[in-house]
């Protein structure tokens, strides 16, 4: 006999991971929240995460007072206690978008009692992906708290030259800008922003600027004393947060410190032509005899058991990188990795399964002779030609550049594009737009870092068929360690930070056959994609220009 169907409010196994929240309140057969004042049974609902009987309990208050009160009164007061509890180490990322979630649903009920008049904002922001770049996860956490937390949020995406900001600042008469980037290019983007608003006489707007990229000391002491209005870094959503309810409240100076103010051409990489010149003294790097690959030129593969590349994600990466799931101030590191493993585990192995019809894995490699010129690395193109990248060197200390790994009379050298697909971006984006938060954090960090294991996966793959892989580590955490020879570079981290450099490994792979395309800043799109070139040499490894 079938049983009826019954609608689940609540995600189970969330409830279950509750219990081990310190914050969390003692679980009863009963509602928890039953006897409690109806002020701080809402409060609760926020702080837990509780969308169960909201809707009730917002009737219930609703009887007593306005619908702009509850906002302001009491719904944001839990929001403060949840970005409080977030401060201290106490409450977990994902466990605060759940809160965010639960101050959307609420303020969407009681919108359309409010009076057509009301203004619940405390403040308004455009805030917007700088030009050239199409990272959008960190923009989007800021706009999920901001906008529970009683600010107007006017979120124009990836990509935005300079003139779409203002644009948007100016046609919703909004109180700041924020702009947001992951690359160091993205912040002498921002540098040329802050200017080009000097030129136009629009430097009343305060400005949030945040990303991967930024320093404090940058933006606090360099572009402070370059822009004429106010300009404040936001390490994190909170931090953003916190910087708007100064300005609501009159409090925020962003002035320049005396004395501040040293060039951009003092810090990054890309912009100090010296440190691309040769001037004759190489590292200590010993020339090897290179191994000769099975092949030349390139091939592809769009065909992969999903389940088998999941083995290479990385768990410290996704579980406290991307996932950002902390560890309390008073747990042990074996007591958070128990938990760990109890809780976020079974969060891990269920999106698995759900996400693999989602994932198109695909592949394009290579290889190429090769021979370095001084700090450059000529590579053969087997369809006519030569593709030149010029790399870096440190100024001191090994003096290592990446071209050091590669003999000067010939030599070997592998690439590889990985992608796994578009449609995770699209299905992210979906989960951002409904207000599926939680979600939609969780299902980004998969992507980026099923990208990042297919990419481990593959040059795996490349060692055994190039025939260098005498030193494969026996355990998958000395594999992520990189215990293995050769090495895997990227373009735009420190060995190879010229991002434009992808137009040569674009021009030797071709990934577009596997639906890989450059952007006009020589970015990868689709997001969940990377790109690598390979150095078998048994001295590579992993260096920062300094």
Aim: net charge negative; glycine share 8%; hydrophobic share 35%.
């Amino acid at each position: 006999m079938s049983q009826p169907e019954r609608r689940c409010t609540y995600d189970p196994l969330v409830e279950l991971m509750r219990r081990f929240e310190s914050v969390r309140p003692q679980e009863t057969a009963a509602d928890p929240l039953e006897g409690l004042p109806i002020e701080d049974r809402l409060k609760r609902h926020i702080i837990d995460g509780l969308k169960k009987n909201l809707e009730r309990d917002l009737e219930e208050a609703l009887k007593r007072y306005r619908p702009l009160e509850i906002v302001n009164d009491i719904l944001l007061d839990g929001m403060k206690t949840v970005g409080e509890l977030f401060g201290s180490g106490q409450m977990q990322l994902p466990f605060v978008l759940q809160s965010a979630e639960v101050m959307k649903a609420a303020v969407r009920y009681l919108e359309p009692r409010m009076e057509k008049s009301a203004e619940r904002s405390k403040g308004s922001i455009v805030l917007a992906t700088v030009a050239g770049d199409v990272h959008d996860i960190g923009k989007n956490l800021v706009d999920i708290i901001l906008s529970n937390n009683g600010f107007r949020v006017v979120n124009i995406g990836i990509k935005q030259p300079i003139e779409s900001i203002l644009k948007a600042a100016e046609e919703h008469k909004v109180d700041a800008i924020g702009m947001s980037g992951l690359l160091v290019k993205s912040t002498l983007v921002m540098r040329e922003n802050l200017l080009e608003m000097n030129e136009r006489g629009v430097h009343h707007y305060p400005v949030i600027l945040g990303g991967a990229a930024l320093t404090r000391a940058y933006v606090e002491e360099d572009l402070r004393a370059l822009y004429k209005g106010r300009v404040y870094y936001a390490q994190d959503a909170f931090e953003g947060l916190r910087i708007m309810e100064s300005l609501a409240n009159g409090q925020a100076s962003g002035t320049s410190p005396v004395g501040a103010g040293r060039s951009l051409s003092h810090r990054l990489p890309d912009s100090e032509p010296d440190l691309y010149r040769f001037d004759g003294v190489r590292s200590d790097v010993q020339p090897v005899q290179p191994p000769t690959p099975s092949f030349l030129g390139t091939k592809r593969r769009d065909r992969f058991d999903i389940f088998e590349i999941y083995r290479y994600i990385n768990p410290v990466a996704l579980f406290r990188g991307q996932w950002q799931y902390r560890r309390r101030p008073d747990q042990s590191n074996p007591e958070f990795d128990r938990w760990l493993a109890e809780n976020v585990q079974p969060i891990f192995e269920r999106l698995q399964r759900e996400l693999a019809p989602v994932f198109q894995p695909k592949v394009v490699w290579g290889y190429f002779r090769c021979r370095s010129e001084g700090n450059d690395l000529v590579v053969a193109n087997p369809e006519g030609g030569e593709v030149r990248f010029r790399f870096p060197r440190q100024r001191d200390g090994r003096r290592l550049c990446l071209a050091d790994f590669f003999r000067s009379d010939e030599d070997y050298v592998a690439f590889q594009a990985v992608t796994v697909g578009p449609e995770v971006s699209r299905y992210e984006r979906g989960l951002f737009e409904s207000g599926d938060y939680r979600r939609y954090l969780l299902v980004h960090g998969m992507g980026v870092e099923t990208a990042e294991a297919l990419a481990e996966y593959w040059h795996q793959q490349i060692r055994k068929e190039w025939g260098i892989d005498d030193q494969e580590p026996e355990s998958m955490k000395l594999l992520f360690s990189a215990k293995y020879r050769g090495a895997r570079f990227s373009f735009g981290y420190p060995a190879c930070p010229n991002l434009e450099d992808q137009k040569g490994l674009f021009e030797l792979l071709r990934p577009e056959r596997i639906g890989i395309e450059l952007t006009e800043e020589w970015m990868l799109s689709p997001e969940q994609s990377t790109t690598a070139l390979i150095a078998h040499h048994p001295q590579a490894k992993y260096f920062n220009i300094r």
